[in-house]
């Protein structure tokens, strides 16, 4: 193989990736934010039971190719995340039973 097909093969490979590593990079800050999300809620000792693994269905998911899919995972893990802090704050002005 020569050098012109050779870079010929490693621009055309290049300009194939591009996409994916594009799309790689917001997956990976969905992740961060949605991991940001569940850590405030655990500062507050209010996180919810089953958060924490749909980061491991979202990580799963992406590696399997269905980003998509796993991006949809991330906002629901965030969401949670942000509403359990919500809840803390709620209820922290709740008096308990007396």
């Known amino acids: 193989?020569?050098?012109?097909?050779?870079?010929?093969?490693?621009?055309?490979?290049?300009?194939?990736?591009?996409?994916?590593?594009?799309?790689?990079?917001?997956?990976?800050?969905?992740?961060?934010?949605?991991?940001?999300a569940l850590d405030n809620a655990k500062a507050m000792?209010?996180?919810?039971?089953?958060?924490r693994k749909l980061l491991q269905t979202a990580d799963k998911l992406n590696k399997e190719g269905k980003t998509d899919q796993a991006m949809n995972v991330l906002a629901e893990a965030k969401h949670q995340g942000d509403m359990a802090v919500v809840q803390a704050k709620l209820q922290a002005t709740v008096n308990g039973p007396r």
């Open 45 to 51: 000792n209010y996180e919810w039971n089953n958060s």
């Open 1 to 36: 193989m020569n050098i012109k097909n050779l870079s010929l093969i490693s621009s055309i490979s290049a300009c194939l990736l591009l996409p994916v590593l594009a799309h790689a990079g917001s997956y990976e800050e969905a992740a961060l934010e949605a991991k940001a």
